[in-house]
């Protein structure tokens, strides 16, 4: 029995460290604002993260440094939520799990070209279109407020 358990531990052990690595942050800011906040935006979506290899040789290509086909980016889905300046609070992350069993894609090409769905997820504050003088200072319309 204790050494099921063991042998148990070390897979545990073991996947939360592979799987740890599939997910990346783009971009992720610290809640700072939570005052004129007029909605919350969120989503997510796939993207084919694929890449191939610098030197498209089969075989050779396994050793081969692999350059991204396309560019997973933040503008493009912060951008669904509004304009830039609008937009606060914001977090985009890659989640690349399913790039795993789609790796077989690159052994099936010789290491040429490898296939990536990867999950896109994003969300951010809206900031409410509220007028305010050039002059006035944000800690100067706090004051105010009080």
């Not at 890449?51 to 560019?71: E, G, K, M, Q």
């Not at 951010?124 to 105010?144: C, G, H, M, T, Y």
Request: net charge neutral; with cysteine.
């Amino acid at each position: 029995m204790q050494a099921f358990r063991s042998k148990m531990s070390m897979l545990v052990v073991t996947a939360s460290m592979l799987l740890s690595g599939c997910v990346s942050t783009l971009v992720h800011d610290d809640v700072k604002h939570t005052v004129g906040i007029d909605g919350h935006c969120s989503g997510s979506q796939w993207v084919d993260d694929s890449s191939i290899a610098v030197l498209p040789v089969p075989v050779v290509a396994f050793v081969t440094p692999h350059i991204d086909l396309r560019d997973v980016s933040s503008e493009p889905y912060l951008n669904r939520c509004g304009a830039s300046i609008k937009v606060i609070n914001r977090d985009v992350s890659v989640n690349r799990l399913a790039c795993l069993p789609a790796g077989l894609t690159r052994i099936i090409t010789l290491g040429v070209w490898q296939w990536c769905p990867a999950r896109v997820t994003w969300s951010a504050d809206v900031l409410a279109d509220i007028p305010r003088p050039a002059n006035v200072s944000l800690d100067e319309e706090r004051k105010q407020k009080s």
